[in-house]
């Protein structure tokens, strides 16, 4: 919604449903991810969907979230995965594949967020 309107400014369409989404740093990006395991990364200039990654060993993601330096993407699923992915600094896209994979959890996860270092 416009800041000062309060009126719609453009819808973003995905697969299945939107259950979190984070914004890049200067807001250029907004990442956003669902019960289909698939992370979107939205242009939001061009109001396109510019990347598509699939959230490996992740089922039913419920929360995403951005680390403060902009550098690293967390994602969790129901099942309790935590996969953790790095952004390329120069191109602000999310690589295909997890640098990290945290399967031990064995409780859904309702809260997902980064310390302030990153």
Not at 8 to 28: T, V
């Amino acid at each position: 919604m416009g800041q000062d309107s309060k009126k719609l400014l453009f819808d973003l369409k995905m697969n299945g449903s939107c259950n979190s989404i984070a914004f890049s740093r200067d807001e250029r990006y907004l990442w956003s991810v669902g019960d289909e395991a698939e992370i979107y990364q939205w242009d939001l200039k061009t109001r396109k969907c510019v990347k598509k990654t699939a959230d490996e060993g992740g089922f039913h993601t419920v929360k995403l979230a951005i680390s403060p330096n902009g550098l690293q993407l967390a994602t969790a699923s129901k099942m309790g995965t935590i996969n953790l992915f790095n952004v390329n600094p120069y191109t602000q896209l999310i690589e295909d594949k997890p640098f990290k994979t945290l399967g031990h959890l064995t409780t859904a996860i309702s809260e997902l967020e980064f310390n302030a270092t990153s």
